[in-house]
């Protein structure tokens, strides 16, 4: 478990301003996105009683679309409040003009794909206390639509954070066009289901070892699998379940 210092807070803290200037992009920014998922694709969210209403939360969904990255915060954010709403997201989008000046004001915040950027990883375990954060465990989008095994830098997370963990499942999002399995733009109906708080305390009184934050990866992605058993009726296509913590080849 980590313990943040006073030099930590300087660099991780939100400051009020930036607090209260994000809020300001996310009023101007929703309406025509919640319009889009609302109305085109009747996005609807299940289960937002269990994300906390104060404090740190991380949200570990599956991820098949490039949509997911705006159709959780739709679902799930206040507008009105100006609780801040995180997410990592690879640095080489932050260079691409006017995307990277968006998803940063959105509430996202660079970190190095493959390869082990610890200080991402810890600014995120920093906001996971503090803020939500939404966390895609597989670390990429599925190609086929089945649950990959999720990573161990999650699970870390999840271990130094000791914050609550909301298992997270989107379904039908791998039908969007920019997926690599998706060619319908209108009609699909979205939905967002929030899960129950995973206990991970018996994980938690393990040794920090990468073995530990595979095993508690490993017990999110289960989760996940769960709820997509249990809503499979709500997917336009028989979902993939496979065993979603059993190693496999990543994807690209």
């Known amino acids: 478990m980590i313990e943040f210092d006073d030099n930590d807070e300087r660099r991780f803290a939100l400051t009020p301003f930036a607090r209260r200037f994000a809020w300001f992009m996310r009023l101007i920014a929703f309406p025509p996105v919640e319009l889009y998922f609302k109305v085109i694709h009747r996005a609807r969210a299940i289960g937002l ?13 599956n991820h098949q679309a490039w949509a997911d990255t705006m159709l959780i915060p739709v679902t799930c954010l206040e507008r009105w409040k ?12 932050f260079k691409v003009p006017l995307l990277g000046t968006m998803i940063r ?6 970190v190095k794909r493959r390869q082990r950027d610890l200080e991402a990883m810890k600014r995120i375990a920093y906001y996971a206390r503090n803020y ?19 990573r161990a830098g999650v699970g870390w997370i999840a271990y130094s954070a000791r914050t609550t963990v909301i298992p997270t499942l989107v379904i039908n999002t791998e ?3 920019t997926s690599r399995r998706g060619n319908r733009w209108f009609g699909v109906p979205y939905t ?8 991970l305390t018996s994980y938690y009184d393990r040794p920090e070892s990468k073995e530990t934050s595979q095993a508690i990866s490993d017990e999110i992605m289960r989760a996940i699998a769960t709820l ?25």
């Open 49 to 61: 009683e269990n994300i906390p209403k104060e404090g740190g939360a991380l949200l570990c969904a």
């Open 132 to 150: 939500p954060v939404m966390l895609f465990p597989e670390g990429t989008r599925s190609k086929t639509g089945k649950l990959l095994r999720g």
């Open 192 to 199: 967002v289901v929030y899960g129950e708080p995973l206990d």
């Open 82 to 93: 100006t609780r801040p709403f995180l997410s990592p997201a690879k640095e080489e989008l």
């Open 105 to 110: 004001l959105w509430g996202a915040f660079p």
């Open 228 to 252: 997509r058993e249990k809503y499979k009726d709500l997917s336009v296509n028989p979902p993939l379940l496979g065993d979603p913590s059993a190693p496999v080849a990543d994807e690209a």
């Open 175 to 177: 039908l969007y066009p």
